[in-house]
């Protein structure tokens, strides 16, 4: 059974700094590994997807790293901002085609 | 991009009623799509997946009697949650892939608050 962890579980920062949030995994067998942000009381929106032949994606001001050997996937957010603020998950395929599972998410707060 | 809608965005019920969530995708056909139920500070729980013009497959745990889903065309499945009680009150989310399966799209939730 597929086991995500991520942390830290909440993360306060000034504006402007770089930050890191981690995930982890415990079935390194994936396909993918996608992040989301949750703002309070929404949905999910897509951030990155990674497919496992790669080791990294960017959009933006993020990154997301993929290690499948160690189970793990870090997402790199620049120069963080106000907006940034919110919940963000990863998710991890897990016992079937497309189902995944996804972790406690990390809460990010950046303080203007 | 591709868009799923969810409608009601929340809703209140009496307890022992049943409610209807709806999940469209609009503008691309899903034959698979995606029920998540998410508690206060938890993760998204995958309770099920609908298959279009086939019986839903039910996560363990997830009573398929109490949680009905119909997934009649390939852009809309529903989600009835039958004689509701106030645990069942929670933050329900529905998601597809796009043909192709590179990208998943999640619908806004609905909120459902038992009294």
């Known amino acids: 059974k597929q086991e995500v962890t991520q942390i830290p579980a909440a993360l306060s920062v000034p504006e402007g700094e770089n930050l890191v949030l981690n995930c982890s995994f415990t079935d390194s067998a994936i396909y993918n590994l996608q992040w989301f942000r949750q703002d309070p009381g929404k949905g999910l929106t897509s951030l990155l997807l990674i497919q496992s032949s790669q080791r990294e994606q960017t959009s933006g001001r993020l990154n997301a790293s993929l290690d499948k050997s160690s189970g793990r996937s870090t997402l790199y957010i620049a120069a963080s901002q106000p907006g940034d603020s919110a919940t963000y998950l990863c998710?991890?395929?897990?016992?079937?085609?497309?189902?995944?599972?996804f972790g406690i998410g990390t809460k990010l707060q950046v303080i203007p | 991009g591709a868009v799923v809608s969810q409608h009601p965005s929340w809703v209140i019920c009496k307890s022992g009623t049943s409610v209807k969530i709806e999940c469209r995708s609009l503008?691309?056909?899903?034959?698979?799509m995606f029920w998540y139920r998410q508690f206060p500070k938890q993760s998204l729980m995958l309770m099920a997946t609908s298959n279009e013009g086939s019986k839903a497959t039910y996560e363990q745990g997830v009573e398929k009697d109490k949680f009905l889903i119909n997934h009649a065309s390939l852009t809309l499945s529903t989600l009835t949650v039958t004689s509701a009680h106030p645990e069942d009150s929670s933050f329900y989310i529905c998601s597809a892939w796009t043909a192709g399966g590179d990208t998943q799209y999640f619908g806004p939730g609905t909120r459902l608050t038992v009294l």
């Open positions: 998710a991890v395929p897990s016992g079937g085609y497309q189902k995944v599972t």
């Open positions: 503008d691309f056909q899903a034959t698979t």
